[in-house]
């Protein structure tokens, strides 16, 4: 059974970093597509930055060049880097993954896709 289980969420002010972390266990197949959701009161769930089984990178437009996605495989955990945080950027953020035994993983911003979820982890930005 697959375990995601995040870390680093908190409060800071506009302007500010926080490090979320996603500890990854229990995966079926060795291609893996990880990624990063949020959810804000009253909205929808949506998108915020993937990783194929390649490597290659997705981001919402609202967190290009802000928000850095990465993963460390020795450690199976997955990452997101937030700087310069914006007020708009609260939310309930979720790890999601799901896995694969074709040579390759590709995923989207489509909540559906995904077979594993951890249990979200509040990031609060202040003006």
């Known amino acids: 059974q697959v375990q995601l289980v995040e870390s680093g969420g908190g409060s800071v002010q506009a302007g500010g970093s926080l490090r979320l972390s996603c500890e990854a266990s229990g995966f079926t197949y060795i291609r893996r597509c990880m990624a990063w959701f949020r959810q804000a009161s009253g909205k929808e769930r949506e998108g915020v930055a993937l990783?194929?089984?390649?490597?290659?990178?997705t981001y919402v437009d609202s967190v290009k060049g802000r928000f850095t996605i990465s993963q460390d495989n020795a450690k199976n955990t997955l990452y997101l880097e937030m700087n310069s945080l914006k007020p708009e950027d609260t939310a309930m953020y979720y790890c999601a993954g799901k896995s694969t035994w074709l040579p390759f993983c590709r995923g989207t911003f489509n909540p559906a896709e995904y077979s594993a979820w951890g249990q979200g982890i509040q990031v609060t930005v202040s003006s």
């Open positions: 990783i194929n089984s390649d490597g290659r990178i």
